[in-house]
């Protein structure tokens, strides 16, 4: 991209592309994931009655995305396990962050500028996710947009999507928390780099691709830090969101279910939904009532005329 030549940003994309992630990004990625884990209501508490599962779900959270998207390409899902410098480092990680004399660890790690700085560069790790699922994905299907797209998502994400089986693994079942459901912010944000690495990679996205990559961490950094900064969760795309919902998917529904807004005309009908059928429930209770007591009435008749 000329514009960035112009403002010599060519060479500090240059220099993030050919960036190592281990074992510094790496570390911060499984900090902040292992620390999220621990602020689950109940983590703590199966972390003290099963080790074992508590590891578990670590590992799910520290490498859900590579499971996942091996799982979408049958490829055998323990291959991201495979590496064993990086499993000894998540594990040594929550070890620390669960276990740790005096909880030094945590506290530590909890301190607003450290945690700020972790999860900036754990933001600069999702680019490469995303980046590594829509490469491997196009090593295989050359054309397959919508797999690129699928395959980056999953790696960037994963530990969001299989949300639900890491909850099983704890003894929690919450159905409602599904990702697809209702998307959090990283899994959206995730979402729109796979589709824009996906077309950069299909030459749809006329972009360097360490343009995209300088434009997508800026952007995700940048953020992040501004909703931590200001302790607000609200994405940045939720008017837009709010607005294509409301123009290709409401229809006639009166629910807006990424508003969460429910329209006027729709209590208007519940009300009067409810005042009529309340109504006709009281005329059948009356007519029922007044054919009841005619019957009792035609018996007692007919009592009568036996004695008599």
Not at 29 to 44: C, T, W
Not at 63 to 69: M, P, R
Request: aromatic share 10%; hydrophobic share 45%.
């Amino acid at each position: 991209m000329d514009l960035l030549e112009v403002f010599a940003l060519d060479e500090l994309s240059h220099g993030l592309a050919n960036l190592s992630m281990f074992p510094y990004f790496e570390m911060a990625h499984y900090i902040v994931s292992i620390m999220a884990l621990r602020e689950q209501p109940g983590a703590q508490d199966v972390s003290r009655v099963s080790p074992i599962a508590c590891w578990f779900s670590s590992m799910l959270y520290c490498f859900g995305g590579a499971v996942l998207s091996g799982i979408m390409l049958a490829e055998p899902p323990v291959a991201p396990l495979s590496n064993s410098t990086s499993v000894l480092l998540a594990s040594v990680t929550w070890y620390l962050v669960f276990y740790c004399p005096m909880d030094l660890v945590y506290c530590c790690a909890a301190l607003w500028p450290l945690r700020l700085l972790l999860s900036a560069m754990k933001e600069v790790t999702r680019t490469w996710k995303v980046l590594g699922g829509v490469t491997q994905a196009h090593g295989k299907y050359k054309d397959g947009l919508l797999v690129m797209i699928a395959i980056g998502w999953a790696r960037g994400a994963g530990g969001g999507l299989i949300s639900n089986f890491e909850q099983l693994v704890r003894g929690v079942w919450k159905p409602e928390t599904n990702e697809l459901l209702k998307m959090s912010y990283p899994t959206k944000i995730t979402l729109i780099g796979a589709v824009l690495f996906a077309l950069q990679q299909t030459h749809y996205l006329p972009l360097k691709k360490h343009h995209l990559m300088l434009i997508y961490t800026i952007f995700t950094v940048a953020n992040k830090s501004r909703m931590m900064l200001t302790g607000s969760s609200t994405s940045p795309f939720t008017s837009i969101e709010s607005a294509i919902y409301k123009t290709l998917f409401a229809g006639h529904s009166p629910y807006a279910v990424l508003t969460g807004e429910i329209t006027p005309s729709c209590i208007e009908n519940v009300a009067s939904n409810r005042k009529s059928t309340s109504s006709s429930s009281v005329k059948e209770s009356k007519q029922n009532g007044s054919a009841e007591q005619r019957a009792a009435n035609g018996e007692s008749s007919s009592l009568k005329d036996k004695e008599e």
